[in-house]
């Protein structure tokens, strides 16, 4: 089956960087759209980032300038660079991979940002 497997959260300051991985298995993420969401205590699950077959990206509005989206086919991963982190940052982030019209999901990862 499909795996989806996050690495790369934890506690960082404010202003630090993370660099979250999702390794894909029996899927491909350069023929699948990609995605990390993210989920704070309390709020909805939100889009933070994706990534097209077509290699196209884009962010949502309070992570641009700061988050890159990228993907490495040879290693069959995605990456998500998080910079100038802040406080509102803190979250379960999550990767997504739709392909024949389904949606796959990882276990997630925390992120913290504290000082």
């Known amino acids: 089956q499909v795996q989806l497997v996050e690495s790369g959260g934890g506690l960082v300051q404010p202003g630090g960087s993370l660099r979250l991985s999702c390794a894909a298995s029996?899927?491909?993420?350069?023929?699948?759209?990609m995605g990390w969401y993210r989920q704070a205590p309390g709020k909805q699950r939100e889009l933070v980032a994706r990534?097209?077959?077509?290699?196209?990206?884009n962010l949502v509005d309070s992570v641009k300038g700061r988050f890159t989206i990228s993907r490495d086919n040879a290693k069959n991963t995605v990456y998500l660079q998080m910079n100038s982190l802040k406080p509102e940052d803190t979250a379960v982030y999550y990767c997504?991979?739709?392909?024949?019209?389904?949606?796959?999901w990882g276990q997630g990862t925390q992120v913290t940002v504290s000082s």
């Open positions: 990534i097209t077959s077509g290699g196209s990206t």
């Open positions: 029996r899927i491909s993420v350069s023929t699948s759209a």
């Open positions: 997504n991979a739709q392909n024949w019209a389904r949606d796959f």
